[in-house]
Structure formats: C-alpha cells, structure tokens
C-alpha cells in the first residue's frame, strides 16, 4: 500500500495486508498492524490521544518500551489535532528513539466527502492520523509539517470492541531529499520493520486493558456509570 492508496483503511474489508511490512519503490517502509481492542472503543480510542499523558501515564501504557512523554504544539481540550506528542521509546529491543509525533486532520490524508461517509455508516468510529519525526528536531516544511513518516490509527467498532488498523510510512520523505531507494531502504532497515510492528502490537494490547475503565471513570459526571452486574 502507497500512502495515496490509504482510503482503502476506511473501507470494513480485509486489506492484502493487514499484519506485516513491505518495501515500496520509493525505499521507504510501510508498517501495517491490526489489533483487537476488547471493550473498546473508537470514541475511547481519540479521547486518549486528547487526554496527552505525561510520562507517568505514558509508562502505564506501555510499561516495557515507553520512557518519557512530553506535549508541544496547539494543545485545544477537545482536539488532538495539532498537538505534538514528544516522546522516548524502545522499538521492542532496538535502541531507544526520539520521536515527534504531528498530529494532524484526516483531511490530509483521505478524501473528505469519503472520509465523512465512512464515520457516518459507522465504518469509522475513530482516527487518528499525524506526522512522523525521527529525532525531537525533525525536519520541517515551512509551514510547520513534520518531515520523516506518516502514521494512521484507524478504529471501528463491533460487538465486542473496536478494530484497530495501524498503519506507519517511514522514511516517506527522504526521496525528497535526494536519496534513492536503496539509501532510503538502508536508512529503514527491515528489522526497523518488525520492532516497530511487535512494538504497536504490544502497546495497543496493553492500552485495551485499562482504557475501558479510565475513560468510564473521567466521564462519570456527565455519564454516570453502570455497577457491572
């Protein structure tokens, strides 16, 4: 799947990948991890993102691979969009990464009439789309968008939870730079590929077990919660 290709995520549908990686033309790396959220949901998904925890919570979500979590950027209470997430994590027994993570509108990266359609039918019940950076300095266009790779978290509901579809670009933007595929791929390695898949596994897995419980819980004043029985 090339980034243009990505409407695709907000069709019900099985993708040709759904779990796994591939090398594309360009020499850049697409990730793609599908993860079942039980108790979740899409809602829960995007609230977690606007919530933006601090290291403690960070931790928390990801006890093994995630160190520290700070936020910069347009920080609204009820968007996620244009915030961004300074982060240090392990990438499942790689060296630790600093990371920047640009949130962005899904209007950048899906067609709107589409996108709008698909969160109607309820095909889409949460996303959450940015911008990549692979060190806290990551390059920028001038106006401000990060430069580096491209991730999308695409959320449906069902009976028993939200699907997640995960899907990562990296090094989307180093043909930009004159590099050619075979330094791009050389600057992705494929074990780059398969930390990074395990690692977005194991994190959302993670997250699934206690977010049902903490979004239930700062949501009580204006939807007081059931007792379980």
């Excluded at 040709?16 to 033309?25: F, I, N, V, Y």
């Excluded at 419980?213 to 939807?223: C, G, I, P, W």
């Amino acid at each position: 799947m090339e980034l243009h290709e990505v409407g695709s995520l907000l069709e019900p549908a099985p993708l040709p990948l759904e779990t796994g990686w591939e090398r594309l033309a360009s020499g850049a790396l697409h990730v793609a991890v599908r993860t079942d959220l039980h108790g979740c949901t899409g809602e829960m998904l995007e609230w977690w993102f606007r919530w933006r925890c601090t290291t403690r919570e960070y931790v928390w979500w990801h006890p093994v691979d995630h160190v520290s979590s700070t936020w910069q950027g347009t920080l609204a209470p009820d968007t996620h969009i244009g915030s961004e997430h300074v982060v240090r994590e392990f990438f499942s027994g790689l060296p630790d990464q600093d990371l920047v993570i640009q949130f962005r509108d899904p209007a950048e990266f899906f067609e709107p009439d589409a996108y709008g359609k698909a969160r109607e039918s309820g095909a889409v019940t949460g996303a959450v789309v940015g911008r990549l950076g692979l060190t806290h300095e990551p390059p920028r266009l001038a106006d401000g968008r990060v430069l580096g790779g491209r991730l999308l978290h695409i959320a449906r509901d069902t009976g028993w939870g939200a699907a997640l579809r995960s899907h990562f670009f990296v090094g989307l933007d180093l043909p930009d730079q004159g590099l050619s595929p075979e330094e791009v791929a050389a600057q992705t390695p494929e074990e780059f590929g398969r930390a990074l898949l395990q690692h977005a596994y194991d994190e959302f897995t993670f997250l699934s077990r206690f977010l049902p419980a903490l979004f239930v819980a700062e949501h009580r004043d204006t939807r007081p919660p059931r007792n379980p029985w």
